[in-house]
């Protein structure tokens, strides 16, 4: 007799047996949100994510805070993000770094960079710059840089965010370009590295232009050129590379929301409405605008194809320099 229930009472409880991984999706937010940035505080995604979770607090019932994990060019974070519960709580300031440059660099990365999250909004880009320290570097110009570095004894040193950073790779690339020789020093992040440089123990740096703009114009720093394909408003003196006389030689650092892989359909559509209202806000755009980054709009779909293409362009280049992370 309890055999012949067994289908009816299976029959019954069936269509209930999905309501809690449902009703996780309808009550979401219940609890607050992080959004994990891979480097530390100071640098363009960790300001971005600052103004991100501001107005994400404002606009969801739960407040959204941002949580600094920096290590190995941004993989250490991204592979705690990787490893969270797909439930919208635990998110990630994507950019360049952990994505594209620094996994074909540390052979330790596990994750899948474009399988392995969910990648959920677009929000901009922003180009490097060729910073020098003037008590130390006589060169006003590209060419008088490329000049200045062959002529020491020995290979100066070019600071930036981290190994397998964009910065990074762009001095590989600065150097298989121009023949000049350089010794990569690595720091964990843009503010330790800029303080060395103000300080005179690293002569030059390639560095998000953002977080330099107010040493160039107080003097402290001496920009050479930008990594652009135009100049930029917040630097408009700040000639191109191409401009330079080094036409191709560009780089920029995108930066995005994802989440871990597998997240919610409703969640990851919510979160890419609310994060493209809060970009349109008048309050983000003008401090995305004052810190120089280029937004775009994508759609979740579009934003992985995209990150795709730069994993399969980009980080097929970056494979191919032979580089290993120190």
């Keep these: 007799m309890r055999r012949r229930q067994l289908p009816v009472i299976a029959a019954l409880v069936a269509p209930f047996l999905p309501i809690p991984a449902l009703a996780q999706t309808t009550d979401w937010p219940n609890r607050p949100i992080r959004i ?20 994400l607090s404002q606009r ?13 060019g941004g993989t250490l974070g991204a592979a705690y993000v990787a490893a969270q519960p797909a439930d919208g709580y635990t998110l990630m300031l994507s950019n360049t770094a952990p994505i594209v440059m620094s996994p074909p660099i540390y052979p330790s990365v596990t994750y899948d960079p474009v399988g392995g999250f ?25 060419a008088g840089l490329v000049a200045w570095v062959k002529a020491q004894r020995v ?38 590295m800029q303080a060395d440089l103000l300080g005179g123990a690293i002569p030059l740096s390639f560095d998000t232009l953002p977080q330099n703009v107010e040493n160039i114009r107080a003097g ?3 920009a050479i050129a930008i990594t652009a394909p135009a100049r930029q408003d917040m630097a ?42 809060a970009l349109a806000s008048p309050q983000v755009r003008a401090r995305i605008d004052e810190h120089g980054i280029a937004m775009r709009a994508m759609t979740p779909p579009e934003f992985t194809a995209f990150v795709a293409e730069e994993v399969r362009t980009v980080g097929g280049a970056v494979r191919a320099l032979g580089l290993t992370a120190n």
Excluded at 60 to 72: I, W
Excluded at 245 to 272: C, D, K, V
């Design 36 to 55: 994990i940035v891979t480097f530390p505080p100071g640098g363009s995604s960790d300001i971005v994510a600052r103004v991100l979770a501001d107005v």
């Design 236 to 277: 408009p003196e700040v000639p191109t590379t191409a401009e330079a006389g080094f036409p191709g030689l560009l780089a920029e650092n995108w930066l995005g929301l994802a989440g871990p892989r597998g997240l919610p359909p409703a969640i990851t559509q919510r979160l890419h409405t609310e994060t493209m209202a």
């Design 118 to 142: 969910t990648h959920i909004a677009y929000l901009g880009a922003t180009p490097l710059v060729i910073v020098v320290n003037p008590r130390l570097v006589p060169a006003t110009d590209l």
């Design 220 to 222: 402290r720093l001496r």
């Design 155 to 192: 290979p100066p040193g070019f600071g930036t965010s981290g190994a397998g950073s964009v910065a990074h790779i762009f001095g590989e690339q600065f150097m298989q370009r121009t023949g000049a020789q350089l010794t990569h020093v690595p720091y964990r992040g843009s503010a330790p």
């Design 60 to 72: 969801l019932p739960q407040r959204v805070l941002v949580d600094n994990r920096p290590g190995a």
